[in-house]
């Protein structure tokens, strides 16, 4: 089975912090993505990563960045968090080409104070 | 227009019911589609994947209407334990983005 690991189930951070959220996978999967999902409006996707070192933006990539130096993990960084950014934080990884469904990791919820 | 809309519901059906759901995506070059299940504050999880001709997995049977643009989960003989929300998912042929809907709501009563 595919093993999708978020550092963090929970976690609370304050205004202005830098803030990292981790994912592993274990499936040596190309693709790796980061979504937020918040009540009514769905996941929506932050960034993804089709490679090593690779990285393309989503649907809203303002205040966020990523960085993938290795093909099993991809992290996602708040550069300066804001209460706006409390949110649940989804990882999720999956081959290329868009055939195979993807696999998400437990979650991170994500709490600005 | 979004690129893949649900009727978000909520659907509360008797225990043993049938209830189906749709959701419609809008680009026709479209070539993969799935349905997730997500329970509340979880992750989504894969229920089942989606092919042309329809699949079935127990009680669940999915199908793709391609002329139509959309695609269908039906849930036979509803239990208690299928309360969740159910989130529609399409790739567009790009490859590597998969588009969301928001997901449709089920509650299964007693």
């Known amino acids: 089975d595919v093993k999708v690991t978020q550092s963090s189930r929970y976690l609370v951070k304050r205004t202005g912090e830098k803030v990292f959220l981790e994912c592993v996978q274990d499936?040596?999967?190309?693709?790796m993505f980061w979504y937020r999902q918040d009540p009514g409006l769905g996941l929506r996707l932050i960034y993804f990563s089709y490679d090593v070192k690779m990285k393309e933006k989503g649907d809203i990539p303002e205040g966020y960045s990523v960085s993938r130096e290795k093909k099993e993990r991809f992290s996602l960084i708040l550069e300066s968090a804001s209460t706006n950014q409390t949110s649940m934080y989804l990882c999720a990884s999956s081959p290329p080409g868009g055939r195979q469904p993807q696999h998400f990791g437990d979650g991170t919820r994500l709490s600005i104070l | 227009r979004k690129e893949v809309e649900q009727d978000p519901g909520p659907f509360n059906v008797p225990e043993g019911a049938t209830v189906a759901f749709n959701c419609t995506y809008s680009n026709s070059a479209s070539q993969s589609f799935f349905w997730y299940r997500q329970d509340c504050r979880k992750e989504p999880k894969l229920l089942m994947s989606v092919y042309s001709s329809g699949n079935e997995d127990g009680r669940f049977t999915a199908q793709l209407n391609r002329a139509s643009q959309y695609i269908s989960l039906l849930i036979r003989d509803s239990k208690l334990s299928d309360s969740a929300t159910y989130l529609c998912v399409v790739n567009f042929n790009t490859g590597n983005q998969f588009y969301f809907g928001t997901g449709t709501s089920l509650t299964v009563i007693p």
């Open positions: 499936m040596d999967h190309e693709n």
